[in-house]
């Protein structure tokens, strides 16, 4: 790629930065109010509950082995970074152990207000427990719980209820209003990438995330079907291992056959849209970028980004990315220029786990390629999985690679063939 080579623009492209910008500028200089402090049941270790002496005289009250045995179940099989842990919990329910107490007991859910998540005392009117049984029975909304995995056994079912049925209601008081339970931060995309573009969600502390981004090398249009558009061909593959070092911090290491790329980096999380607090979220991405393959030019470079997001409602989130990567011309050693980018990306869920996906990446200054990058997609995500099927006229999924833009003519309706997968583990142990 040099700064010498034609680009087809189109004159919507200022246009459609531009609306975007104003978009997001008047989202974040919203006011930030602070969330609203949580009036709702301690953990477990706080002085709200019932002391020894109190719960020995409470009868059916066995606060240790009861909480201690719902404690590991709920630790096992619920608090992953993809579901119920960490700033992003699903629904904002949080079920480590040192924040179930906090998360559940007399406190709203957001899907089902019929409900208390745990109603002390009454199980057959506590979300959590309700959630576990088949939906003939708990007559809940959505789906049932732990989704995409295998029930709980009826004995654990049923210790659940034994806990939740102890609590006496003369102890734990009326329930907290829906106001003033602690406001929840939801993720703002379904994945760690759009398509190229890194998104704000953190993994969480402890979350571990292996991905794989393929693109397929031919165009499927000149593939044909003999070719089967382009699945025959080779492919350009790149490996990724990632890790929370906190709620906030991703380090992550990635590899591509293309130019024997090599990219570390780290992701920062200091703002998190949640309700009642920050209207977007941001992120702050760094990254180190080394190609390896013989006669690459300029093969050590840097980039660095802001990912700011928003998510409205539940169906659309937006994000917009300023890029600047440096040294991006691997043809020329000479020409020493980077490359400043934006991003826009979209994605638009219209059921629990599937949305499409759209992203832009134009260049605005230093080497570009010959064409600005799109990308239009379909995700599905699961408890733990992600996974995305596109198309795309880029080549490479690494910063340094995307940034300039990509080598098929988009506009005239050149794209290849691609998907990213992802699993997440939690690497904490109950």
Not at 122 to 128: D, H, I, K, P, V
Not at 377 to 401: C, E, K, M, P, W
Request: aromatic content about 8%; overall charge neutral; charged content about 20%.
């Amino acid at each position: 790629m040099t700064g010498s080579t034609k680009r087809h623009l189109t004159t919507e492209t200022p246009r459609l930065v531009a609306a975007l910008l104003v978009l997001f500028a008047g989202t974040l200089f919203a006011p930030f109010a602070a969330a609203a402090p949580f009036e709702g049941a301690s953990p477990p270790d706080q002085e709200t509950v019932p002391a020894a002496s109190t719960a020995a005289a409470i009868p059916g009250w066995d606060e240790h082995s009861n909480f201690e045995a719902v404690r590991k179940i709920l630790q096992a099989r619920c608090a992953m970074p993809a579901c119920h842990a960490g700033p992003n919990a699903a629904q904002g329910l949080r079920l480590e152990g040192e924040q179930i107490y906090r998360s559940t007991v007399n406190v709203h859910p957001l899907s089902d207000g019929r409900f208390l998540r745990v109603d002390p005392g009454r199980a057959e009117r506590s979300l959590l427990y309700l959630k576990l049984l088949e939906p003939e029975r708990g007559h809940y909304r959505g789906p049932r719980m732990p989704r995409g995995m295998q029930p709980l056994p009826e004995d654990e079912i049923a210790r659940i209820r034994q806990w939740i049925d102890s609590f006496p209601p003369d102890t734990w008081g009326h329930e907290v209003s829906a106001v003033t339970a602690e406001g929840p931060i939801t993720r703002t995309f379904q994945g760690s990438y759009l398509t190229n573009l890194p998104t704000t969600d953190p993994l969480g502390a402890g979350g571990l995330e292996f991905g794989i981004a393929h693109r397929f090398k031919a165009a499927a249009r000149d593939a044909g079907s003999q070719g089967l558009y382009g699945l025959d061909s080779g492919a350009w593959i790149s490996i990724e291992l990632a890790y929370g070092l906190t709620d906030a911090l991703d380090v992550g290491l990635r590899r591509t056959n293309l130019q024997q790329d090599v990219e570390g980096y780290l992701k920062w999380v200091p703002v998190r849209q949640e309700e009642g607090g920050p209207a977007v979220s941001l992120a702050l991405r760094g990254a180190w970028m080394d190609a390896r393959q013989g006669g690459i030019a300029n093969a050590t470079r840097y980039g660095a980004q802001a990912i700011l997001a928003r998510r409205f409602g539940s169906v659309p989130s937006l994000m917009l990315v300023p890029t600047f990567v440096s040294r991006t011309n691997s043809v020329d050693a000479a020409d020493r220029r980077g490359t400043s980018a934006v991003g826009a990306g979209a994605e638009l869920r219209f059921k629990t786990g599937r949305a499409l996906t759209v992203e832009y990446i134009g260049q605005v200054g230093g080497v570009e390629a010959a064409f600005q990058g799109l990308s239009v997609g379909y995700s599905i995500a699961t408890a733990r999985h992600v996974f995305g099927l596109f198309a795309t006229n880029t080549s490479g999924s690494q910063t340094d690679l995307y940034a300039p833009g990509g080598d098929l003519d988009g506009k005239s309706g050149a794209f290849r063939i691609g998907f990213n997968v992802s699993r997440l583990y939690n690497t904490r142990r109950p």
